[in-house]
């Protein structure tokens, strides 16, 4: 039961830029910051960008977010095959008193 | 360095109450602002929040799921308890523990799952 809404998938060449979208509301994204997570095949979700442009240490600044209105957005620059995985955003609902994901994008280095 | 780590069955009969344990360390969670989540993801599909709670032991429960999940603590053992009960062969997953950080309201640090089948 997603409330965040992301397109299903995502594809550029490499060294290209590809850029996410996150679609909410006013009691998610609307007043409340926006979370990126990462996760590779088979693996567990990471952390990649916290309060809505933040990168946790070790991240590289080749990945971006932005947030306006009641929408978000994860920016990869200069993509490199390794970056082909599902991308997932997140904010707290205040409607429903807690944390909610996106519908995940997945991202295709072609 | 913080780690998480998810045990418990694999797999459980319909009807029957899963419990899970997700053990941590690296960090306390009786440190204000932090808390542990627990998140699942069906084969193929999305993530899923489950249930959260707090250093102060305040708790969150997804709506949709409430009636059916409880989750304790024990801060002596670094050890967060999640049960599901009359599970479903729908709750077919892998569920997730995460540290949660009430600083900026996201899960910075992740378990490596467990996959659990609901099947007779």
């Known amino acids: 039961q997603s409330v965040l809404t992301q397109p299903p998938s995502a594809s550029e060449t490499p060294g290209q830029r590809v850029t996410i979208s996150c679609s909410g509301s006013?009691?998610?994204?609307?007043?409340?910051?926006v979370n990126w997570y990462l996760q590779l095949p088979g693996t567990a979700p990471k952390l990649l960008i916290y309060s809505n442009i933040q990168r946790p240490s070790g991240v590289p600044d080749r990945f971006s977010g932005s947030k306006s209105g009641t929408s978000a957005s994860l920016a990869i620059s200069g993509l490199h095959s390794e970056d082909e995985a599902e991308y997932y955003c997140?904010?707290?609902?205040?409607?429903?008193?807690?944390?909610?994901f996106g519908t995940g994008t997945k991202v295709t280095v072609l | 360095q913080i780690t998480l780590k998810e045990s418990g069955p694999t797999l459980v009969k319909p009807t029957q109450t899963l419990t899970l344990t997700c053990t941590f360390s690296?960090?306390?969670?009786?440190?204000?602002?932090?808390?542990v989540g627990w998140i699942r993801q069906p084969p193929g599909k999305a993530l899923e929040w489950l249930a959260l709670i707090y250093w102060d032991d305040d708790k969150r429960f997804s709506p949709s799921l409430r009636s059916r999940l409880t989750v304790t603590k024990d801060t002596s053992k670094n050890q967060v308890v999640l049960t599901m009960t009359n599970m479903d062969p729908v709750d077919t997953a892998t569920y997730y523990c995460?540290?949660?950080?009430?600083?900026?309201?996201?899960?910075?640090?992740w378990g490596q799952g467990t996959l659990v089948t609901v099947s007779s």
């Open positions: 995460a540290a949660y950080s009430s600083n900026w309201y996201g899960f910075d640090f």
């Open positions: 006013n009691s998610n994204i609307g007043r409340n910051t």
């Open positions: 997140a904010a707290w609902d205040d409607s429903l008193n807690g944390p909610v």
């Open positions: 690296g960090f306390s969670l009786t440190t204000s602002g932090v808390g």
